[in-house]
C-alpha cells in the first residue's frame, strides 16, 4: 500500500470518530481526515471523489442500515480498479467469523481491532503497511 495521504473513517459511533481521528493526528498527519457515520454517505461521497489521493479507509462493521460488508460490496466495483484506496475493518469484534468473512473480502485489505494506536498509523505513515 501507498502512504496515506488521506484517511476516511466510516464508523456509526461518533465518540469512537473523534478518538480516531485524534489517534491520526498525533501520529504526526496532517492531511485530511474525513469522516462518515454511515456507509450510505461515504458509498455517495466515493462516488464523486476522483479516488486519486493515496487514501486508506478504515471501515466498522457493525453500523445499522448498512454494515462494513454490505458497504464493502457496494464499494467494490468503485474501489477494486482503484491502487490508490486500501481498506481496512477497523472494528471492536475479535471475532474469529468476523476476521474470516473480512479475509475473503476482496476488498478487505485488513482487519484491525478497535481502537486504533497511534503506532499503527505511525507504521502507515512510515512503510504504508
Not at 68 to 89: C, D, I, N, W, Y
Request: hydrophobic share 45%; charged share 20%; proline share 7%.
Amino acid at each position: 500500500m501507498a502512504i496515506p495521504e488521506r484517511f476516511i473513517l466510516v464508523d456509526d459511533n461518533e465518540a469512537d470518530n473523534v478518538y480516531h481521528e485524534i489517534m491520526i493526528r498525533r501520529a504526526g498527519f496532517g492531511g485530511d481526515v474525513l469522516v462518515f457515520e454511515s456507509g450510505a454517505d461515504a458509498l455517495a461521497f466515493l462516488k464523486t471523489d476522483p479516488l486519486s489521493l493515496p487514501t486508506c479507509l478504515f471501515l466498522d462493521i457493525n453500523m445499522p442500515l448498512m454494515d462494513g460488508f454490505e458497504f464493502a460490496r457496494q464499494a467494490t466495483p468503485l474501489l477494486s480498479h482503484k491502487p490508490t484506496v486500501v481498506v481496512l475493518m477497523l472494528t471492536s469484534s475479535d471475532a474469529p467469523q468476523d476476521r474470516q468473512r473480512a479475509s475473503e473480502t476482496p476488498l478487505i485489505q485488513g482487519f484491525v481491532t478497535k481502537p486504533l494506536t497511534v503506532e499503527r498509523v505511525r507504521a502507515m505513515l512510515q512503510t504504508g503497511t
